[in-house]
C-alpha cells in the first residue's frame, strides 16, 4: 500500500479589516479627529490672544483711523419742492452723471482701559 502525505505550509490568516491599538493610541487618536477638541483648543488661543491684547494696552490706549475716499456721482430728486436736505426721502433718486463730487469719512476709534480692582475692561 502506498501513502502519500503532502505537507503545506499553513499561514496564518487575519481579517484585514481589524486593527489592534492600545488604550493610549485610541484616546490619541480620539483627541486628534475630534471636531470639538479642535474648536475648545481654538476658543482658548482667542482668549489667551484676547489677554495679551489687554496686556499690552494696559498703559496706552489703542488708537485707530480709517478713512474712505472716493469719486461719487451726484443725485437728482423728481419730487418738486424738495430740498437737497430731504432726498432721502425720495425712493427714486437717480444718479446725475454730469455732477461728481468728492466722498471722504474718516473715522477715529480710541479704546482706554479701564483697571477695576486688578481686571481690565477694555470698552
Request: aromatic share 0%; proline share 6%.
Given at each position: 500500500m502506498l501513502s502519500v502525505s503532502i505537507v503545506a505550509p499553513v499561514q496564518q490568516v487575519f481579517s484585514q479589516d481589524?486593527?489592534?491599538?492600545n488604550l493610549q493610541e485610541f484616546i490619541e487618536k480620539g483627541i486628534a479627529a475630534s471636531g470639538q477638541v479642535a474648536y475648545e483648543r481654538g476658543a482658548t488661543e482667542l482668549a489667551d490672544n484676547r489677554v495679551e491684547m489687554a496686556k499690552s494696552q494696559?498703559?496706552?490706549?489703542?488708537?485707530?483711523?480709517?478713512?474712505?475716499?472716493?469719486?461719487v456721482p451726484g443725485v437728482v430728486s423728481q419730487v418738486p419742492g424738495l430740498s437737497e436736505g430731504q432726498y432721502y426721502l425720495d425712493p427714486n433718486l437717480e444718479n446725475d452723471w454730469e455732477d461728481w463730487a468728492v466722498f471722504t469719512r474718516a473715522e477715529l476709534n480710541a479704546v482706554q482701559p479701564i483697571f477695576s480692582w486688578g481686571a481690565i475692561i477694555v470698552l
Open positions: 481589524t486593527l489592534s491599538i494696559r498703559i496706552l490706549p489703542s488708537i485707530n483711523l480709517n478713512t474712505q475716499h472716493g469719486v
